[in-house]
């Protein structure tokens, strides 16, 4: 079946550095792609998205870009810092689901000082 | 802010019992929905509603139940519960019609089957 999906499941960056999170979609016919932060404990949280017909997106601190020739997805995180720290999920929306979300299996992103 | 309150952090029970996981959003939202996260495998559709006494099936339907009696309470609901069943049960909600589908999640349940 489609899925989302992430290439990696830990990053470890340096507070200061750049992190990248990327992420592998199948499904072309996908109108929305959202990137989710989960701490410990806690629920996802809705961080950015990116609409299928753009290819980047800025937030504060995160970018998102969409490369539709490869089906990939990227969340840039500038001067990563300790409270960065989470599993970031990649997910994809089924236009014919409605808004239910695909998700992908997830980044473990630890910042060490 | 959205809140989606779940009822319980923390529930053991034991294989064969019947299980009911509460999930309450305040901010009148038509969709909810209920995900499963198991380590390495993300986050799974089990069920979601887009209407009162509306339901769907996500991926993993199999094993469970839902209820959607009132628009603001989505109840999960394990037939007879299986060791398999342990996992993290996150509700959320989202708002019909709306640009970007945006769901806002619970803190989840930690469910345990013995």
């Known amino acids: 079946g489609e899925s989302v999906g992430l290439h990696l499941p830990t990053l470890s960056v340096q507070e200061g550095d750049n992190s990248i999170i990327n992420c592998a979609y199948s499904?072309?016919?996908?109108?929305?792609f959202i990137w989710y932060k989960q701490e410990s404990g806690k629920g996802p949280q809705f961080i950015i998205d990116?609409?299928?017909?753009?290819d980047k997106r800025q937030g504060q601190r995160v970018t998102v870009l969409l490369n539709k020739t490869v089906k990939h997805l990227s969340l840039q995180i500038a001067a990563t810092q300790p409270g960065d720290s989470a599993v970031y999920f990649c997910a994809e929306n089924m236009h014919q689901a409605g808004t239910a979300l695909i998700f992908g299996k997830g980044t473990t992103l630890s910042v060490s000082s | 802010d959205v809140k989606v309150t779940q009822s319980s952090r923390y529930l053991v029970k034991r294989t064969g019992e019947k299980v009911f996981l509460e999930c309450v959003q305040d901010?009148?939202?038509?969709?909810m929905f209920w995900y499963r996260q198991d380590p390495g495998l993300g986050l799974r559709l089990i069920y979601f509603?887009?209407?009162?006494?509306?339901?769907e099936k996500g991926d993993i339907p199999e094993g469970y139940s839902v209820s959607r009696e009132k628009k603001e309470r989505f109840s999960l609901i394990l037939e007879s519960a299986s060791t398999n069943q342990t996992s993290m049960y996150l509700c959320?909600?989202?708002?019909?019609?709306?640009?970007?589908?945006?769901?806002?999640f619970g803190s989840g349940t930690q469910l345990s089957v013995l």
């Open positions: 901010m009148d939202h038509e969709n």
């Open positions: 959320a909600s989202s708002l019909d019609g709306g640009t970007v589908p945006k769901l806002f």
């Open positions: 990116i609409r299928s017909n753009m």
């Open positions: 509603s887009y209407d009162v006494k509306m339901k």
């Open positions: 499904n072309s016919a996908s109108d929305y």
